[in-house]
């Protein structure tokens, strides 16, 4: 923290306050990796950039793209990427199609049926048309709900009513003596990413899964259900992809190639990704009759939903029929690749993407990201007409197929690797937008620039800039003394680490590009993801209405790709990312030790007699068994890292601040080359061939989907998980790992800030 | 805790195992204040006491005494106080019963109706008889759903849902820009004594308040209702008082004094513990048209209960007519009291009570208490046959008037004033009984000598020591390490002060007698709470249904009657309470030191714009005003007092370890009889004349009911309650009234130790 104020201290030299245009803009420093004349004049390229986009564009290309159903196969998907591969020609980018071939089924026949234990019930897996919302009715092109990659099924058995499905939720069923072999469990939205939810029934030897949004989460008892208000109404339902992507993504039966025509395929029947066990998700209307009719015990405090009704465990007696199959079919998708070539380092690549295709009318979800594109788009281009050359080349993506599995942005990653590992500087993702703080994810290398974007980016709300407005909001949600004092003294605001859920993942996890991902929320909530009330009404209503977090997102997202377009020095900086990287070191070490002291504690409860004491003859509980305390890990290894990647840190920053000193002297073209090219390297170096333990496909060896969350991150996953599942050994042997990706991290850290240094 | 090590190693020197009756008990250590030989024959008829009590006439006495409601002026009121005066007689007590003329307002016209903003609704008012359930259809006999004491009122206002309706309620609804002024309330109940509700809602302005039960709290979200379940059912609802009892509980019309014929009475209208404003009780199937038609915002995620509906804020559109009148009439209330005089000390006087009168046929509450204490005086009576004869006076009392208002005991200890003053050793209060863990709350001069009683009761379920099984469930409840050490190496386990909701009340906080409170629960959930469902039927399905647990309380009840009674010297202790007193003053300077952090911090976001920044304008929230940072307070009053009671509190113990180290020696009878005395004014000396501020009528300075919580305890009252309400001069007086009276208390103890330690 120190080392930042000097940092700023150094910068104040240079302050000056420089008439730019008919606006007074006070130069506090010049931007981080510029010298102080490119610094002025990016930034008023920057402040032209962030004056175009217009919110009526925004609406008009919303209305436009999301008019219909435009989901992976349908006729409007397709309109819809020729229709933003014209947009990108007409702002002047370099644009094409490219297609891929991916298996995507859609359903032909599902049931969810109540046969025995209650009233006979056939459920609606239907959701109505609203009068006052004219997309709502277009039926026959909308994909009815079913959640995809679920195996075909046709299975009748006893219902078991499990949470939220994750492991848990198994560990405190078997505590309670309920086991799911041989039943359907029905599951509730939320908690973990969906696919986790019958993979771990699968697991636990369930033969059919139900999931359904409980009204708790974002159906009544959040507010107004939609027409009326933006929650889910009764017959809402979520759909969604079940594959198992923490495995990998894209499409199930072209792991790490691209699916182009020719690629080798899996069959249908060996891919990995596809579930065990038939999935349908339902809506409230359609769980109720099924829930209430569950006998057995009363599920635990905080299982029960909002259904108004006594939430029993089963098994039983309500018996349930489940059919799906499904139409396995080859899908083409399109990705839109627009690009603007670099004038010096036209083989430095910057990438931005966001995706075209939703699960039906997809507003929200994903139309109200790529509108924010489409007018970034359409504001280089302008910039361009008015003379800007950016120094690298500029790639903007609109993916197709994200909703299946991150099928477009997946399949191409693969397809162009070899090109991305020499090329990419960095990804910056978005994928829908909404209405409130400012939201960014990413790699930590890029945690300094990402706050920076942010603090030229004005809030339309507050109007303050959305930086301030993020650092003022975590002050407030800050639950102690200690956090907010580091959030008030700490430069640059923690960014979380990305997990998986967008398309995003390729690039970093797999390819290892350093990637961030953009959006706004916290003030949008609402029940309509994924269901065909998703769509301009609802969005227009109950969302970012007028349109000013699209303009937001489009002044943020082009920022930073013009920032990283144009540096001299590209803006990575090692000290946040060594921060964190020690964070999570003594995260894993707490963890390590908590294991421990649980375990310990656990046995010694076991000797006391605590469970037989505390049991409740009318509520029994399984008592739990006496387990091995685990190990001490040997953390060294990467305790050594840590204090090389921290010392590599401080050199890099120092070499970079001898470069200011100097005032507006930059090294050589040449040097300056070499440097930028190691720190397009940074990220690859966090990755190795092998991958995670398992699942080959992640290489990245800080950040990844959780395999039993899905959505949310596991930083060093290969010592996180090891050490959750009690795989002690692996832990071990992961941390030797972990600490080879970190020493050679730092070595590059190193040796790029001797180049600049010797260049001095 | 090295203290306690100290004396069990001590008292293991005279550690033997005695061959008595045909089975071996092995005698640890003599009964504290007990000689060896003396506690050999005290515990010998102790073991000869527990095994008397009978589930079969548990159940019996059960079956009769809740066979038909009765509540304060019902025939079976009396036909009961008749029976069990009967008893007692039976049993060989010296019985009589006292009666007083209290005034009890019963229901004339109620209503309440939903008038405007949705469909025209009638509230019921009224819980139906259901089949299987014989008492249920008593509807003649029953007292119709009402809130006692509640003042007349008809009024028609827009509603408004205050969540629980305590003070914490009210800033977030000021917050929320919502005011409750001219509207009428609905709250629902928990959280708080019910009385404190309408307090609240009218010190805010409102003309009328409606207390619903959300079946969230005790209805279907639990479990099965009733009768196919223990819980709530649609119309079951909650009766009680709402007297400001937090101000002084008993007749209203006789503040202090007894409510004798020819007392001295308020006027009705003059009486302050009346509510401000009229006050019904609904059940959730009367609460729900009413909730589901307000309007307004939606109420935070805390506030929402298990009905099914969005919850909304209102106020209106939603209108309400709300008619209370009562029967403003004086009432007979009858107290059985049954003495066995004191062979020793007959002027030395014992004293256990649980209340007979109930809301309807109250079989959980008080029956399952009631019938404890007759199997206790019928074991007593078994015992003076064999020959047992108490030292001291016991005095057994079926109190009748507890539920509107604590009338029977508050009005025979406020009669009695000066005899108990001068004669009272202690008081051993229960009030219904369930199944699962003993419940001990009470005076900590009394810890030690409670935790000792629990060491010699056996739990029915897990036949471990009722002491064990709460130790245990400690330990599993505990939420941190530190807590679960002390847990494991402190000798007693900590007992929680006493608040109110209880026939304590006037015993322990107005005469300042010593005071127990006994009773199990924990496993035994329902929702028949004050309902005409809380009879024998629904007691015998789902409560203690073997009526095992209310042999354990007759067990524990009789045990601490027999050891107070029996005992050379009084089993005080007083180094738990220096403990716990200590604590008490951790804790208030923590809570003035948390009061200057919140404030200090709150300032500080509202300097740096926090509020603006994170103000969803969707959502508008009202800022916080900047305040006065509170001054640090002077706790070295209360601080040097706490030094002296530890010293004297170690002076006592030294003095107690001296007389048993000496073997079977004891020290004279005059000599003992005079520590006695001193021991008995031992908690009188933490009351003084002047009670508490505003509140004189509460004298103890260590434990109180709190005035916006009602049954929970605040203690230190003066001071905390000061510190809370941010009133720093008076809690700086406050701390030196206490500190005084701790001091006079450590004189006491002085004074005992010195003369137990000259006799020596």
């Not at 079940?242 to 020719?262: C, E, R, S, W």
């Not at 300094?448 to 974007?453: M, R, T």
């Not at 200690?482 to 390819?511: M, N, V």
Request: charged residues 25%; contains cysteine.
């Amino acid at each position: 923290m120190s080392r930042r104020a000097l940092l700023v201290s150094i910068f104040c030299i240079c302050l000056s306050v420089a008439p730019v245009g008919n606006h007074v803009i006070a130069e506090e420093q010049p931007l981080y990796g510029y010298s102080a004349e490119s610094s002025q004049a990016e930034r008023q390229w920057e402040e032209k950039l962030r004056a175009i986009p217009s919110p009526e564009n925004l609406r008009a290309y919303m209305k436009l793209l999301s008019a219909h159903p435009h989901h992976v196969g349908s006729p409007y998907d397709k309109q819809n990427a020729d229709w933003i591969l014209g947009k990108f020609k007409e702002f002047g980018l370099d644009a094409n199609i490219e297609q891929f071939d991916v298996l995507f089924p859609t359903p032909k026949e599902r049931a969810v049926e109540l046969v025995e234990g209650g009233p006979k019930f056939v459920a609606k897996l239907q959701e109505p048309a609203v009068a006052v919302d004219p997309t709502s009715g277009q039926q026959s092109e909308q994909l009815p709900t079913y959640n995809a990659y679920s195996i075909d099924g046709d299975v009748t058995a006893e219902l078991v009513y499990v949470n939220y499905g994750v492991p848990e939720d198994y560990e405190q069923l078997e505590r309670m003596g309920v086991s799911v072999k041989g039943k359907i469990v029905m599951a509730r939205y939320f908690h973990s990413w969906r696919g986790i939810k019958p993979k771990v029934a699968a697991e636990h030897g369930a033969v059919g899964c139900l999931i359904y949004s409980d009204p708790h989460e974002d159906g009544f008892v959040q507010g107004g259900t939609f027409p009326a208000g933006p929650y889910r109404p009764l017959d809402g339902v979520q759909r969604g992809s079940v594959a198992d992507m923490p495995l990998y993504p894209g499409d199930p039966l072209t792991p790490g190639v691209g699916a182009t025509k020719g690629a080798k395929r899996l069959k249908v029947e060996e891919a990995p990704t596809i579930t065990k066990i038939p999935v349908l998700p339902i809506s409230y209307g359609d769980a109720q009759p099924l829930l209430a009719a569950l006998g057995g015990r009363v599920a635990p405090e905080s299982w029960r939903g909002g259904l108004g009704i006594t939430y029993h465990l089963g098994p039983g007696p309500a018996k349930v029929h489940l059919k799906v199959k499904s139409n396995w079919e080859i899908k083409p998708i399109y990705d839109v690749i627009g690009k603007i070539p670099g004038s010096v380092y036209p083989d430095e690549w910057v990438i931005r993407g966001n995706h075209h295709d939703g699960w039906v009318n997809g507003a929200e979800d994903p139309i109200a990201g790529q509108i924010a594109i489409l007018e970034e788009a359409r504001a280089l281009g302008e910039l361009l007409k008015a003379g800007w050359k950016p120094k690298r080349t500029i790639i903007y993506c609109a993916w197709d197929g994200e909703e299946p599995g991150l099928l477009g942005s997946t399949e191409w990653a693969e397809q162009h690797y070899d090109e991305l590992r020499a090329h990419a500087v960095a990804y910056v993702n978005s994928d829908s937008n909404g209405r409130g703080y400012f939201e960014v994810e990413g790699s930590h290398t890029l945690e300094k620039f990402s706050n920076d974007v942010a603090r030229d980016v004005t809030d339309p709300e507050t109007k303050l800039s959305v930086w301030k407005r993020d650092q003022l909001h975590e002050i407030a949600e800050a639950k102690t003394a200690e956090k907010r004092e580091e959030i008030r003294k700490r430069a640059d605001l923690r960014i979380p680490a990305l997990g998986s859920g967008s398309d995003y993942t390729a690039f970093l996890q797999h390819d290892g590009v350093a990637s961030l991902n953009f959006g706004f929320g916290g003030e949008d909530q609402g029940g309509i993801y994924h269901s065909i009330y998703d769509d301009f009404y609802w969005f227009s209503h109950f969302s970012d209405t007028e349109f000013v977090y699209g303009r937001a997102l489009a002044q943020a997202g082009g920022t930073a790709m013009m920032r990283l377009a144009d540096a001299d020095l590209l803006p990575f900086e090692f000290g946040d990312f060594a921060d964190t990287v020690q964070m999570y070191l003594k995260e894993l070490k707490a963890l390590a030790q908590k294991s421990q002291d649980d375990i310990r504690e656990r046995n010694r409860e076991i000797e006391e007699g605590v469970f037989q004491a505390t049991n409740d003859p009318s509520k029994p509980l399984v008592p739990p068994l006496s387990e091995t305390v685990p190990p001490h890990l040997n953390f060294a290894p990467m305790e050594n890292a840590v204090d090389t990647l921290n010392r590599s840190a401080a050199e890099y920053r120092n070499a970079v601040e001898q470069i200011n000193a100097k005032g507006s002297a930059t090294p050589s073209a040449a040097s300056l080359a070499e440097v930028n090219k190691l720190l397009i390297e940074s990220e690859r170096r966090l990755t190795n061939a092998e991958g995670l333990p398992n699942r080959s496909w992640f290489k990245h060896q800080l950040y990844a989907p959780g395999f039993y969350t899905g959505y949310e991150v596991k930083t060093v996953p290969a010592v996180r998980e090891a050490i959750e599942l009690k795989h002690w050994k692996q832990a071990d042997e992961a941390i030797v790992v972990v600490a080879r990706v970190l020493e050679s991290e730092a070595a590059l850290i190193s040796s790029a800030a001797q180049k600049l240094a010797v260049d001095k």
